[in-house]
């Protein structure tokens, strides 16, 4: 278990950890996209990623850092989906037992996969009071260790293979774009990239309905979520303690989105790559075309973040 700020060697490490488990996803490349942007992207596959996300990175990366001992506890976590389902796959996987809360409302594919994979599910008032109370609770009872969905160092440290493969496949990139929820996937980006190429520009984007990590780096100081309205149900936490402080040493600036340029986003590359990916992968595409003024580089890396879109709930 990482207890300080990861380091690029942490990112090394994690890469080789998790290479018997997870997939080196795919980069995609658009001409027709290309040409709404302007530039160059590189699309990095998140959405070919086991349990169909970027979580799974991270979640595997701590899990097979625990000790027997600590394995044998197994692991609980809260979570209204994507860590949720790499946190149960990865215990799986090591052979330990997973605890999950999740929220009532939760979309229903992201609570068939997490029970699919085995976990044990306890459903919660879909409040962060009551999410953190329960959990409390169970790993009171069963002595599982708690692995938060973010903020987390061996977490952070995992996310970022997903930016250490991207360059590796691809050194000159001049910007990478991932998404910010809590956190996670672009610390462990700007940990891997900056490692890599100290001198690449690592731009966050959200949408303008939870665009906490933007009021954050404009004030200097965690700005919580409050009433996030948004159809990226992924993006919808508060940054973390460990989180923000790399984002802010890292970050260049923060790209908002609305709702129709998510929409309008997801839809296009759905039409325009013949790929799925959910509402919160698309706000990264959806910041660059809404953001025409803003000349971040010819050749921009962008993470999609995941594909567990709700087929029953299309936005379009």
């Not at 990175?57 to 989906?81: I, P, Q």
């Not at 991932?178 to 959200?206: H, R």
């Not at 296009?268 to 809404?290: H, K, Q």
């Amino acid at each position: 278990m990482i207890s300080f700020p990861p380091t690029f060697s942490d990112v090394e490490k994690a890469a080789e950890r998790i290479a018997p488990f997870a997939e080196k996803t795919p980069v995609l490349t658009c001409s027709a996209i290309n040409e709404m942007a302007g530039a160059e992207l590189f699309f990095k596959c998140e959405n070919f990623q086991k349990v169909g996300a970027f979580k799974f990175r991270g979640a595997c990366n701590v899990v097979f850092s625990l000790t027997d001992d600590e394995g044998a506890k197994g692991v609980a976590t809260h979570s209204s989906g994507n860590h949720a389902a790499a946190l149960a796959l990865a215990g799986k996987l090591r052979g330990i037992s997973v605890h999950v809360v999740m929220p009532s409302n939760a979309p229903e594919n992201k609570q068939q996969a997490v029970a699919g994979y085995g976990a044990d599910i306890t459903f919660c008032e879909p409040t962060l009071d009551a999410r953190e109370s329960t959990l409390k609770k169970i790993i009171s009872d069963t002595g599982a260790i708690m692995i938060h969905p973010y903020n987390d160092y061996g977490i952070i440290a995992g996310q970022g293979t997903a930016a250490f493969e991207l360059i590796s496949d691809y050194p000159d990139l001049d910007t990478i774009v991932a998404p910010v929820g809590g956190g996670g996937l672009i610390s462990g980006t700007c940990i891997a990239a900056k490692g890599m190429k100290p001198d690449i520009s690592i731009i966050g984007s959200e949408p303008q309905g939870a665009d906490d990590a933007f009021q954050s780096l404009e004030k200097g100081e965690i700005v919580p979520q409050i009433h996030p309205q948004t159809i990226a149900d992924g993006l919808l936490t508060s940054l973390g303690d460990k989180t923000f402080p790399i984002i802010q040493k890292h970050v260049s600036q923060i790209l908002t989105v609305s709702e129709n340029g998510i929409i309008n986003a997801m839809r296009t590359i759905w039409e325009r790559m013949n790929i799925i990916i959910e509402p919160s992968a698309a706000v990264v595409l959806g910041a660059l075309l809404e953001h025409p003024e803003e000349s971040i580089g010819d050749k921009i890396g962008l993470i999609l973040s995941g594909g567990n879109a709700n087929l029953k709930n299309l936005p379009w």
